[in-house]
């Protein structure tokens, strides 16, 4: 297995535990969860069960019939509610000869179907029963991050506090998906391994979906523009899969998909026609930043007003730029416009975002992961006639007294800083210095490729990052 040795290590203790233990697992889709346990487990799990994707109650307690009689129990009458259901998996773990009983519930979130009171029976099974016996380990999963943080993380009821052991599986760093590649003889580049990295983000199955003996290129175009691409359709999945009612996501999804630097609540429903600012928007801000697809910063000095909401998911970042309006039939449109304006630009976007997904790279990099530090951006429109507006995308402000501001620049060579692209430096620094009254010490950061081509405009430059950086472990 790549990766993952802090939550296998997490398992395993739950596992050798002499108490009984609630264990959430939880990530987006494709992350790897039910392949985490399953690999950690192997043959020791004494009942499995994974919910149905849009079914019915009726549907939902068929398939939880199956499971049973898959773990030995013949049932002889079938359940009318999950109350019922969990009183067949009680029957599964006292006939058990297991030492450590071992529950493991896949997808549990499209299981609480409307009206199904699925919740209250899992706090009746776990409350009433489980949590009395010290040989059961019950892990539960779920795709749906929000609901997992919703309904049992701050869930108000019988399930508050119970959940002994939290693992929230992220996606691969770039570090680990070189060791994937690697390990699955790819043969890329490291320059392929970050543009692959730009595209597919730190997904397992979609690396999985990589063919020996192609590029990248090649690669990208099989899986998104070819007719039968398996990641073809893959945005829609996604959020559906994700939320019951997935059209508010997307709406918000759309409307930073249209913003590089973010937007403020405000500026989102002055965009989108589809968006109103009340107490569902918050709910749909909040479950996309549980799930990994936006972040939600404050710029040094504005009100917590002004929050700024910036979609950071490589994977839906491509899809808007390449997907979502391509009305071309062409199966190699990826190698047709690589070198594009689009292409560039798409390019310098989507670095940004890999860049944000590493930052303890970054720190480790300058030499001050040993430093506390928060990670900011800042941005100022325009005040008077005559200025421009100025945007920052990263800021690492240091209890050293030093605020590192950092500019993100994806090149396939040394990049060049021109007079004009200096210029624009130390103008965002000097903007931000007076607009701030900051008493550190400012350092320009440069974080690219390859490195800076050391001329005659570099020499404001403090600190280095390079893309060698960020793939280190």
């Not at 535990?17 to 990530?27: H, L, M, Q, R």
């Not at 346990?37 to 939902?60: C, I, K, Y």
């Not at 391509?326 to 047709?336: G, L």
């Not at 920052?392 to 990049?415: G, P, Q, T, W």
Request: hydrophobic share 35%.
């Amino acid at each position: 297995m790549i990766g993952r040795e802090r939550e296998q290590k997490v398992l395993s203790e739950a596992y050798t535990s002499t108490n009984p233990e609630f264990v959430a697992v939880y990530g987006r889709r494709r992350v790897g969860k039910t392949y985490l346990v399953r690999e950690t487990f192997s043959n020791r799990l004494t009942f499995q069960h994974s919910g149905l994707a849009n079914s019915s109650m009726p549907d939902q307690l068929a398939a939880w019939v199956d499971s049973i009689g898959e773990a030995g129990l013949q049932v002889r009458r079938k359940p009318k509610n999950w109350l019922e259901a969990f009183g067949l998996l009680k029957e599964v773990i006292k006939s058990s000869k297991d030492k450590r009983k071992v529950i493991f519930i896949d997808e549990m979130p499209w299981m609480d179907t409307p009206r199904s009171k699925f919740v209250m029976a899992l706090e009746h099974f776990w409350n009433g029963w489980a949590s009395a016996r010290k040989d059961v380990l019950l892990i539960i999963c779920g795709s749906a991050t929000s609901w997992i943080v919703n309904n049992i993380f701050k869930n108000h009821g019988g399930l508050h506090n119970r959940v002994t052991r939290r693992i929230h599986l992220s996606p691969f760093t770039l570090h680990e998906c070189e060791q994937y590649v690697e390990q699955h003889h790819l043969d890329m580049s490291r320059y392929q391994l970050l543009l692959g990295y730009m595209v597919l983000g730190g997904i397992p199955f979609y690396w999985s979906q990589l063919q020996r003996g192609m590029s990248i290129d090649q690669n990208i175009d099989a899986l998104f523009f070819s007719e039968n691409g398996c990641l073809r359709y893959e945005f829609d999945e996604l959020y559906a899969s994700l939320f019951r009612h997935p059209e508010p996501y997307i709406d918000v999804i759309n409307a930073l998909g249209k913003k590089k630097g973010g937007m403020t609540r405000e500026q989102m429903v002055s965009t989108s026609r589809c968006l109103t600012d009340n107490g569902k928007l918050t709910r749909v801000l909040q479950d996309l930043e549980y799930s990994g697809f936006i972040r939600a910063y404050h710029s040094i000095g504005k009100r917590v007003r002004d929050t700024i909401y910036q979609l950071i998911d490589n994977f839906s970042v491509f899809y808007f730029v390449y997907l979502a309006n391509n009305k071309e039939n062409d199966p190699h449109f990826w190698t047709h416009h690589i070198d594009t304006p689009i292409y560039n630009s798409w390019c310098g976007l989507a670095f940004e975002r890999v860049c944000l997904l590493h930052i303890p790279q970054i720190k480790r990099a300058l030499g001050i992961d040993g430093i506390a530090a928060n990670v900011y951006a800042w941005q100022s429109k325009s005040q008077k006639e005559g200025t421009r507006g100025v945007q920052i995308d990263l800021l690492i402000d240091r209890a050293d007294h030093v605020i590192n501001i950092c500019e993100m620049k994806f090149s396939s060579r040394e990049y060049r800083l021109d007079k004009d692209e200096a210029e624009k430096l130390r103008y965002r620094k000097a903007r931000f210095s007076e607009e701030t009254n900051s008493r550190k010490a400012l350092h320009l950061t440069m974080i690219t490729t390859y490195g800076l081509l050391h001329n005659s405009h570099w020499g404001d430059i403090q600190k280095e990052v390079t893309a060698a950086d960020l793939i280190r472990d």
